[in-house]
């Protein structure tokens, strides 16, 4: 990528991002089910439809063979523009969501990209610091957005960047995020902007943080190894074999007959946290409109999957406490 702009969050990047990369109200973007929130609000920021993929089964990300389905079979192509069969609507772009810090299978996704006119968004804001088939995430679409907030590998206290190949995307995305401003003495503002800027103090910090994401790194890489030892592999979390994720979020799975919440529960008492994922965005109340979806992949992984403790901050006697809690409950 050559061109960055700094925001004052990953959801302000997702938004610009959408605007600079031509997405229009009353388009429609193909985006993943099971995600945080975020990518899914900035796409109704700019009078959007999301159309929700399911996840795959072997990776738990956005299932290409679902993406081209909807492009093939759902859409029209005119050889100009790409058209929803059932909406009419324009199909303009896509955004995979690289989710838990694990890729997103995204070749098959960026020649569908190609094939159709769309433009390619990732949301990287989970996998800073992943790598898919040796190339890094947030390399490899049109445009790719990362997060700072305090729940992400690298964190500003809150903040967030647009990276993109495209130079004058960037310039745009620049002036968009600081208020449209088009006149460096008089204020005179040629469009709509917003107050999507990085602080320079929140830049400082992350400038530092960044000296010491091979250290953040090797840790999350350490957690994950001995969580993936311990839960074998039915239960531990997905990894495809040309993925090195960067095990932002180590998740595990608990199918058949245990149940998730019970053990989140269990875990509580013991004064360990974990955490559910996040509700699949087609049960999500804030869009009935996307009811309709069917997303069973997305559906029994939000039923089965916990996030385990596994913070940089992590002490090894804590991570002893949870596996022989896991190991007692799970007997
Ligand atoms: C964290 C996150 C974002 C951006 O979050 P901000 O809090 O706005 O920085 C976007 N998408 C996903 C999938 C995320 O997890």
């Known amino acids: 990528m050559d061109s960055a702009v700094a925001t004052a969050s990953g959801t302000a990047a997702l938004h610009v991002a959408l605007i600079v990369a031509g997405v229009r109200p009353d388009d429609e973007v193909l985006v993943s089910d099971l995600t945080f929130i975020a990518p899914i609000n900035a796409i109704a920021y700019v009078g959007a439809h999301p159309v ?40 303009s772009a896509i955004v995979p969501v690289h989710i838990l810090g694990h890729p997103v299978d995204l070749d098959p996704i960026l020649e569908l990209a190609r094939e159709f006119g769309l433009v390619v968004i990732e949301d990287a804001t989970e996998s800073l610091g992943a790598h898919y088939r040796g190339r890094k995430v947030g390399t490899l679409g049109d445009v790719a957005c990362f997060s700072f907030n305090g729940n992400k590998l690298l964190t500003t206290g809150g903040g967030g960047m647009l990276v993109t190949k495209n130079p004058a995307w960037a310039r745009r995305a620049k002036h968009l995020t600081t208020q449209a401003k088009q006149d460096p003495l ?49 239960r531990r979390m997905a990894r495809a074999e040309w993925a090195q994720p960067c095990w932002w979020l180590y998740t595990a799975r608990f199918p058949g007959t245990i149940d998730s919440r019970e053990l989140l529960r269990a875990l509580e008492a013991r004064r360990i946290q974990t955490r559910p994922l996040w509700q699949p965005i087609h049960l999500s109340p804030a869009y009935p409109g996307l009811r309709r979806y069917r997303c069973p992949v997305a559906e029994s992984l939000y039923g089965s999957c916990l996030s385990l403790p596994c913070s940089v901050g992590l002490q090894d006697s804590q991570l002893e406490r949870t596996l022989e809690a896991l190991r007692e409950l799970l007997r």
Not at 54 to 76: F, I, N
Not at 206 to 233: C, N, S
Request: hydrophobic share 40%; aromatic share 10%.
């Open 52 to 91: 929700l993929i399911d996840a795959d089964e072997a990776t738990w990300q956005m299932d290409p063979s679902q993406v081209r389905r909807y492009l093939t079979e759902g859409c029209t192509w005119d050889g100009r523009e790409l058209r929803s069969k059932e909406t009419g609507r324009r199909v």
């Open 186 to 234: 008089e204020f005179v503002h040629d469009e709509i902007g917003f107050n999507y800027r990085l602080t320079n103090v929140q830049a400082a910090i992350g400038v530092a943080q960044l000296e010491r994401i091979e250290a953040y790194l090797a840790t999350k890489r350490k957690i994950a190894t001995a969580y993936d030892g311990f839960l074998g592999a039915i």
